[in-house]
């Protein structure tokens, strides 16, 4: 396998060029990016600098990729890493900082030229600072150690970009104009500086247990397919990808160096994988809404199919609740999976809410009872040091899931985890079959640590803030003050779900090419409110007259002149405008509005619907009218107005919801 370049100078040659000189090995072939026209280059070994050209001060550890933007194309490179350890004797980093370089040199990314300009910028380095990416210059990091031996001999002397997994291969998108240009001339091969980053997890920790020296390491990747926030990315598309796609891999060495005998165990959590959405209208519980669409089992099939070819055996378990808000989802999965008919493939459905009630943590045993012929049988990754050929291969894969793929689904793929850590030790006779982890406090607490960790960053990307439930995934014990922290991140979660997120889901579609600037595109819908006045001042007179109540309460009265009527007219006032916002509720959610999901928020199509909430007063009456068949073309007319009205931009969302 070709390694990547580690080191890089760059030097700018005025408003002309960006070129790109290896550190190491000397005398490598530089890389010259024209800013005028774009060009890509490659250039022959030795090529003298530009004698006007300038060096950056900073070091270039990495080329991140090329977006394009409403005013420029940029290129993102990596001035800053972290090193993270070390697996396979490679290093593995941390991206922690970054410069944007345009090439227009009328564009300035500290002063962008208009508004435009300037939102998406903001977009491309919220999403760099908020995610958390990971890479390796000379071991792929996108694939688990089984893929990897797998392929050995097949990958021989490719580039690193060419042996990734497509699905964890954060930048593809952002990569693709070296991509082409290496495809399509052998002489300009860029592989040397196409530099595959995941957005996941990495920890590996030492351990000592009694004589043996082993190192436990957790790596989570989470998929480009489908990426996104909490509400704004659920289901499934037509391809089979579904939202908040993680793979996590529990790696063991035992011998303190990878050279010695390795194991690899990996897990797979993923939403629901039906067309269904959550519509926020400012209430705590969204709406739940099923699309019943003609190709829903096909997209199953897609998603469950890929899983074949990539695990083999899949056995999926189902832990959302089987009462109340959840329990349509629940319905409407177990219906098409009994339609798809998939083999290798078998649904195990655990009342999680139910069965741990009352923090009785420990019936997650139960669960595992389920599932322990599959783990059995299913194994995991084995390679020896004395032995060609694994030991073992992991010929199977669980796939568990709730509603958000977090807090739920981080405690049993946790539990999963320690059970397979036991069985693997066991079985290496590191530990004595009527031994257990937990007499160990070291392996213990960097095990927990680690899937503490873990869960937290899985559910910064998709939600906001930590996960929930962490207190048991630490301790073992689910504690009181685990309860008030859940509290406190359910809030902030409420928060940033329904004021905030539109942001976060227009950057995900920004950087990983579900959405780019098209012909005929209208920039000024992503910074022009063109929501009607009555929607846009309730919020102003909201917060006006909580300011006159806390006035009259604070303030020195000049009079003994009661002030009833002035708090009733205050507090008349607040009342009246919090719950015109709440009726119109779906008008006030931060939407995406690089694609703004109206399809999906106004689908009046096959399917269930928990509840129209945060539509207005007036579209019931429509919709009643419609259904009788009376004055069909003006309730269409309003339908399409009320869409207007909330679509914040001009290019509508992919069909089905992809």
């Known amino acids: 396998m070709k390694p990547v370049h580690q080191r890089l100078n760059l030097y700018i040659d005025g408003n002309e060029t960006y070129t790109f000189v290896p550190v190491e090995p000397v005398g490598a072939r530089s890389l010259t990016i024209y800013r005028n026209s774009g060009d890509v280059v490659l250039n022959a070994p030795n090529t003298p600098l530009p004698a006007t050209a300038e060096r950056s001060v900073k070091t270039i550890y990495g080329i991140y990729g090329m977006i394009s933007l409403a005013m420029s194309e940029y290129i993102i490179v990596i001035t800053g890493r972290e090193l993270r350890g070390h697996i396979m004797r490679q ?53 688990r150690l089984q893929a990897q031996w797998i392929s050995l001999q097949e990958d021989g002397d490719k580039a690193l970009w060419e042996i990734a997994d497509d699905r964890f291969f954060w930048n593809k998108f952002l990569h693709n104009k070296f991509i082409d240009i290496t495809s399509t001339n052998p002489d300009q091969n860029l592989g040397a500086y196409i530099l595959p980053v995941i957005y996941g997890t990495f920890d590996i920790r030492p351990v000592q247990i009694s004589i043996w020296q082993i190192r436990l390491g957790l790596i989570s990747r989470r998929s480009r397919h489908r990426a996104g926030t909490r509400y704004f990315r659920r289901g499934v598309d037509s391809e089979g990808h579904v939202a908040n796609f993680n793979e996590t891999e529990q790696v063991l060495f035992v011998g303190g160096d990878e050279s010695g005998t390795q194991l690899s165990f990996v897990q797979i959590r993923g939403s629901i994988p039906v067309y269904w959405a959550e519509i926020n209208t400012l209430r705590y519980k969204p709406d739940v809404q099923i699309m019943e669409l003609q190709d829903t089992v096909n997209a199953l099939r897609a998603h469950l199919q890929e899983n074949l070819n990539q695990y083999g055996g899949q056995t999926l ?82 796939r568990t899931n709730c509603m958000d793929n977090l807090d739920r689904t981080n405690v049993a793929q946790c539990a999963i985890a320690k059970w397979m850590l036991n069985r693997q030790l066991k079985e290496l006779r590191v530990i004595q079959e009527n031994d257990s982890v937990d007499n160990y406090d070291e392996l213990t607490r960097d095990f927990r640590e680690m899937w503490t960790d873990h869960a937290n960053f899985i559910s910064i990307a998709y939600s906001g803030t930590g996960a929930l439930k962490t207190d048991f995934t630490r301790t073992g014990k689910r504690t009181r003050q685990g309860l008030l922290e859940d509290g406190w991140n359910s809030v902030v979660r409420y928060l940033k779900n329904n004021f905030f997120d ?73 009342v009246v405008s919090t719950a015109f916002i709440f009726i119109h509720g779906i008008d006030y959610v931060s939407w995406p509005r690089l694609l703004p999901p109206t399809d999906i928020i106004y689908y009046d199509g096959p399917g269930f619907r928990s509840a129209h909430h945060g539509k207005g007063l007036a579209l019931p009456a429509l919709e009643k009218a419609a259904s009788a068949g009376v004055g069909e073309k003006e309730h269409r007319r309003a339908r399409s107005k009320k869409l207007d009205e909330i679509e914040m931009g001009s290019i509508p969302a992919k069909e089905h919801f992809d």
């Not at 329990?327 to 009994?338: C, I, L």
């Not at 045993?365 to 599959?374: D, F, I, M, P, Q």
């Not at 227009?506 to 992503?526: E, K, S, V, Y």
Request: glycine letters at 6%; one cysteine or more; aromatic letters at 14%.
């Open 91 to 143: 290093n593995i980093y941390r991206a922690t900082e970054y410069d944007i370089l345009p090439l227009n040199p009328d564009v300035s990314v500290q002063s962008p030229p208009n508004v435009v300009e300037s939102h998406l910028l903001a977009l491309v380095q919220s999403h760099l600072q908020g995610g958390t990416f990971f890479f390796s210059y000379g071991w792929d990091i996108t694939r």
């Open 317 to 398: 378990v189902n832990l959302v609740n089987q009462k109340g808000h959840e329990k349509p989802v629940k319905e409407a999965f177990e219906k098409h999976m009994a339609e798809s008919n998939m083999p290798k493939t078998r649904y195990e459905y655990f009342d999680f809410h139910s069965e741990c009630s009352k923090m009785r943590w420990d019936r997650i045993s139960v669960l595992l009872g389920k599932l322990e012929e599959e783990l059995v049988q299913n194994g995991y990754f084995h390679l020896a040091s004395n032995k060609p050929e694994p030991v073992k291969l992991q010929t199977g894969v669980i």
């Open 502 to 574: 539109g942001a976060r889901q227009d950057a995900f579609d920004l950087m990983t090419g579900a959405w780019w600037p098209r012909r005929g595109w209208n920039p000024a819908t992503l910074v022009v409110d063109r929501r009607p006045l009555i929607i846009r001042a309730p919020p102003y007179m909201l917060f006006f007259s909580l300011f006159m109540i806390c006035a009259g309460l604070t303030l020195p009265r000049t009079s003994d002149y009661s002030l009833f009527y002035y708090f009733l007219l205050w507090v008349t006032l607040v």
